[in-house]
Each structure stands twice: as structure tokens, then as C-alpha cells.
Nanobody, 126 residues
């Protein structure tokens, strides 16, 4: 079993930055694809970004490309989401997720992800 714990959320003004962290338990973190999803009130959970095992392949939602950067530190069992130029529409609960499967492409749907964190709130004021 893998436990994921997010941190780094908070309240920020539009145009500001936040860095989310997700610390994972377990010895096989480096083999997982790690992703970030978010869910705004009244909306479905949506894909934000993901990084494959090894850290060389990433994928982003169009809405965050050029503003958000995902990275991982396997020595610390941690994945990060650097969020710059934040907009009010980025307001949501952000979830970290781990995909233990071996896939040819990085999944952007929720279903392939096996483990989820509890979420951290990000609020962007205008």
C-alpha cells in the first residue's frame, strides 16, 4: 500500500505562485507514474500534469501548459507541482496520484491511477 500526502496549498493572488509537494511512502516510488489532478466545486476531477518513471517524460493539460511544471525527486519519494502565473480558475482541491502500471503513454484519466492523496486546497483570488 502506498500513502500519498500533499502539502503546499493555500491562498494566493492572481499572478502569484505556489509549489505543491506530494510525499509518498513505500520503496517502489521510482517505478510509478505520478500525477496531479484537481477538482473545483461543482466540477469533475480533471487531469493537471503527470511525470513518468525516470522523470524524462511529462504531460500537461492544455490549461496549465507554460505555467505549471511537474517534477520528481525519487531520492525523497516526492513529486512537485510548481504553479506560476496562477489564475482564479486554478482554484480547486489538488490531488496527487500514483499509477503503478507499466504503460506506453502517461494516462490522463483518473481510472489508471491506483493511489490517491487526500488533497490540498488552492485558492486564487482575483
Amino acid at each position: 500500500q502506498v500513502q500519498l500526502v500533499e502539502s503546499g496549498g493555500g491562498l494566493v493572488q492572481a499572478g502569484g505562485s505556489l509549489r505543491l509537494s506530494c510525499a509518498a511512502s513505500g520503496r517502489t516510488f521510482s517505478t510509478y507514474t505520478m500525477g496531479w489532478f484537481r477538482q473545483a466545486p461543482g466540477k469533475e476531477r480533471e487531469f493537471v500534469a503527470a511525470v513518468a518513471s525516470g522523470g524524462y517524460s511529462t504531460r500537461y493539460a492544455d490549461s496549465v501548459k507554460g505555467r505549471f511544471t511537474i517534477s520528481r525527486d525519487d531520492a525523497k519519494n516526492t513529486v512537485y507541482l510548481q504553479m506560476n502565473n496562477l489564475k482564479p480558475e486554478d482554484t480547486a482541491v489538488y490531488y496527487c496520484a500514483a499509477d503503478a502500471g507499466q504503460r506506453l503513454t502517461i494516462p490522463t484519466m483518473s481510472a489508471p491511477y491506483d493511489y490517491w492523496g487526500q488533497g490540498t486546497q488552492v485558492t486564487v483570488s482575483s
